[in-house]
């Protein structure tokens, strides 16, 4: 499917208008639900067919945030065999207390995977968490870029930032696709 289908598919699925407070605390009148579709499988396969030729060269792992980026990076990881770890917003307290689940991170070339980028606020912090973990965390890559000040956020902290859509030029174009 081309970018631009792809685009119009997503915003059709998952574009809601209204009035919604976002992770930031920010109150925005436009709204990317994107359990919507992250859970539609066609939708998913097409977005991790154009993220997959943005993952930087050398990552061993794809780390799928919680919780939104976890069927991203899981559709990645089966698109491109590069193995999956899953993220925690705060390690857990019993089993393993583990941070990061499934393949190890500890002296691996990591890529966060998330859906929505706002800010970056919750990037920063499992960035760190990561590192902290051992883990050579160089990348971030999303499926859509909401703010410039996520970017500027994540770049300050050496973070290479890879987005597939950007919000500003998003509902600019997809006014002209759709009408």
């Known amino acids: 499917m081309e970018r631009e289908l792809l685009a ?3 915003y059709e699925t998952a574009h809601l208008t209204g009035s919604f407070k976002l992770r930031s605390g920010k109150e925005s009148n436009d709204y990317f639900d994107k359990y919507l579709f992250e859970s539609n499988p066609v939708l998913l396969n097409e977005i991790a ?3 997959s030729k943005l993952i930087p060269p050398g990552t061993e792992v794809l780390a799928g945030l919680e919780m939104g980026g976890i069927p991203v990076a899981t559709a990645l990881s089966l698109k491109t065999g590069i193995p999956a770890a899953f993220v925690r917003k705060k390690a857990k307290e019993y089993g393993t207390c583990k941070l990061a689940e499934g393949i190890e991170v500890e002296g691996k070339t990591v890529c966060i995977i998330e859906d929505v980028v706002t800010t970056g606020g919750q990037i920063l912090l499992s960035a ?5 973990a051992g883990a050579n965390v160089v990348s971030v890559l999303c499926v859509i870029e909401r703010e410039q000040q996520g970017r500027n956020n994540l770049e300050s902290d050496g973070l290479n930032f890879y987005s597939l859509f950007k919000m500003e030029n998003y509902l600019q174009n997809i006014s002209i696709i759709l009408y």
């Open 8 to 10: 119009k598919q997503v």
């Open 49 to 51: 067919e154009h993220l």
């Open 128 to 132: 760190t968490d990561l590192r902290n």
